[in-house]
């Protein structure tokens, strides 16, 4: 597999620097390029008990994984274009990626084989419709954006195949795996089922109505056909998600933005009070309910929640970033993380104070609940996809990262990171869990 990965940064590197070479001089095309690449291994830890989806108590090492991506971008017409991003990935996360909720490699959620696997990531069109007396903004080539005059009050339109994170819940302190902080209770509100296939991505649309010092964002797109699922759900009418977002962003002495997050999605996913009821009963269908099979084919699952996240700059070296979210924990995760509460904090300190301004050290602390339904059916014995220890003694999850980035050149850094783990999966019987990681990241 080593071989295989060095091949892939290889080609990678290759084809962008010759597509960067042979770029239109009208600036008609934009070509970026991004690889990831995580090892994380954690301690040996006490555990009274372990089930199927248990992080392993024996010491893990060398859990590696990769994402590399080309994103390509072509100007159509005036506000108009069209973006395409191949992605290549492959590794794998400790335990399987299981056995801790708020898990700590944001990138293996993109995942879905531990040997590389090549996919379009996102495709879609995007255009801006200008409002009335609005001022104009040039933009620079960048990560799916081409060079173009863009109106400062306007409402955008993208539809295709997407990701959610790059419009909603932004945070530009904790948003970001592949160089901030790696636990996937800080990527996003973390209470926040994001509608997304195996790898992070679904399709559909996403409006927005954009005016200078605020935002407002709507969007409807597909959920997966069963939980972390790979294959999305294209029967519209009874399968969907929406997710609606107010943000606002203010300048004065130091900038900092606010944004509400709301959302609402409908599944195949069943109540987990449901599922206990008809075990009891003698029905042993409901044991698929996780992995969509046809003995459960019953639309109508909802499940609803909030998320509020905020930034403020404190200085010109320090930052600070809050997040709090909420789901109504009744119906089963479906997407993203078993997580049904959660309160994250942190700052973001730059490396001016000794002389090496593009360096960052960030530090955070994530606190993660469920609800008291999921709760009993974990202790049943019973098995989300990322979590289970066959039973349950239930205390929050508390997680502790740290991480310091270096850069080492104008497009490669390197960050050691550490992240302490008490109550794994909410299990005061396991852990607490010390996970080490060194992450590399090359980007341009």
């Known amino acids: 597999m080593k071989k295989i990965f060095v091949l892939i940064i290889i080609l990678s590197i290759s084809v962008t620097v010759f597509a960067q070479q042979n770029i239109d001089s009208n600036n008609y095309w934009t070509y970026n390029f991004q690889l990831t690449a995580i090892n994380q291994s954690h301690n040996a830890f006490k555990a009274n008990y372990s089930g199927d989806n248990s992080l392993l108590n024996n010491a893990e090492k060398k859990k590696l994984s990769l994402t590399t991506t080309?994103?390509?971008?072509?100007?159509?017409?005036?506000?108009?274009?069209?973006?395409?991003?191949?992605?290549?990935?492959?590794?794998?996360?400790?335990?399987?990626?299981?056995?801790?909720?708020?898990?700590?490699?944001?990138?293996?959620?993109?995942?879905?084989?531990?040997?590389?696997?090549?996919?379009?990531?996102?495709?879609?069109?995007?255009?801006?419709?200008?409002?009335?007396?609005?001022?104009?903004?040039?933009?620079?080539?960048?990560?799916?954006?081409?060079i173009e005059k863009i109106p400062t009050s306007r409402i955008t339109i993208s539809v295709g195949k997407i990701c959610m994170s790059d419009f909603f819940d932004n945070n530009i302190y904790s948003h970001d795996p592949r160089t901030q902080f790696m636990n996937w209770s800080l990527m996003s509100n973390a209470g926040w089922d994001y509608p997304a296939d195996t790898r992070g991505y679904t399709q559909g649309l996403v409006a927005e109505l954009i005016k200078p010092g605020w935002a407002v964002r709507i969007s409807s797109v597909l959920v997966p056909r069963k939980a972390n699922g790979l294959q999305l759900d294209y029967k519209i009418t009874k399968a969907h998600s929406e997710t609606v977002e107010i943000e606002k962003n203010w300048t004065t002495k130091r900038p900092g933005a606010i944004r509400l997050l709301i959302f609402r999605n409908v599944s195949q996913a069943p109540t987990y009070s449901t599922t206990l009821t008809a075990v009891k009963n003698g029905d042993s269908s409901s044991l698929d309910v996780y992995t969509g099979t046809k003995e459960w084919e019953k639309y109508g699952g909802v499940k609803w929640g909030v998320g509020i996240n905020v930034e403020q700059e404190l200085s010109t070296v320090i930052g600070a970033f809050f997040k709090a979210s909420y789901n109504d924990g009744k119906t089963a995760t479906w997407a993203f993380t078993e997580i049904d509460r959660s309160i994250s904090f942190g700052v973001n300190i730059k490396g001016t104070y000794w002389k090496r301004p593009k360096d960052n050290i960030g530090i955070a602390q994530v606190i993660n609940g469920i609800s008291s339904q999921h709760r009993d059916f974990l202790n049943a014995g019973f098995y989300g996809f990322i979590i289970g220890d066959g039973k349950l003694t239930y205390g929050i999850e508390n997680i502790t990262e740290i991480y310091y980035q270096t850069k080492i050149t104008g497009s490669f850094d390197v960050a050691f990171d550490y992240q302490f783990v008490k109550n794994p999966a909410y299990n005061k019987d396991r852990g607490p869990v010390n996970v080490f990681a060194i992450r590399g990241h090359i980007e341009f």
């Open 70 to 146: 080309l994103y390509v971008g072509r100007k159509l017409w005036k506000n108009a274009a069209l973006y395409l991003n191949p992605e290549i990935t492959g590794g794998e996360g400790l335990s399987g990626t299981r056995g801790i909720a708020g898990f700590t490699n944001g990138e293996t959620f993109r995942i879905g084989s531990t040997e590389p696997k090549i996919y379009i990531a996102r495709l879609f069109f995007r255009q801006h419709f200008a409002l009335k007396n609005t001022d104009y903004q040039n933009t620079e080539s960048g990560r799916n954006q081409v």
